[in-house]
């Protein structure tokens, strides 16, 4: 089973992932983290990438292909991937087609995480962690029992993300729309894009997703 999984910053994209990964051994593939880990290594793209991003611009497709390849390469056949930020672009679409044919898989699913972007807005804006332990909070939804005092480990001070600002936000979620754009079309005609409600309480996302999967949605 091979699966993109689309939603802008904060609609549970890595939580869903992380109970995936869990439940069903399936392997998330996101680009970021493998970039870093591939330049890391210093795997032959890995070092193409490291050169590029040393000079300040920005990784080309054939390099990020490449590094999603050299991940493949490494997975046994029957392990499911979950593709994370990858592709955004038609292009990329158009090479991921390619990367999994070559090695005998192809595209099950592409399931997009469809959210409220004000009330996105609030979730995200709202969180914060404590510092000692990292247990995580939020202004409106999950405040500590006691006022200040963190629930997990007694710890009183507290701290935030400096990217969760409305502003910050906002331009996420537009970056976002404007690099999904190109490619859910794509997706679309092939009949092979589901939508979820990424505002739902957590365990209904997964059972939705889960539906999905297991061919059972509607």
Known sequence: MNIILLGPPGAG???????LVAERGMVQLSTGDMLRAAVKAGTPTGLKAKAVMESGALVSDEIV???????????????????????RTAA???SLETLLSDRARKLDHVIELVV????????????FTCANCGAGYHDTFNRPKVDGVCDSCGGTEFKRRADDNEETVRTRMAEYRAKTAPILPIYDARGIVQRVDGMAPIAEVTDAIEAILDGKSA
């Open 13 to 19: 994209k890595g939580t869903q992932a992380a109970r």
């Open 116 to 127: 409220d972007e004000d009330a996105l807005v609030e979730r995200i804006v709202g969180r």
């Open 92 to 94: 990329q679409a158009e």
């Open 65 to 87: 292909s490449g590094i999603i390849g050299e991940a493949l390469d490494a997975l046994s056949a029957g392990q499911g991937v979950i593709f994370d930020g990858y592709p």
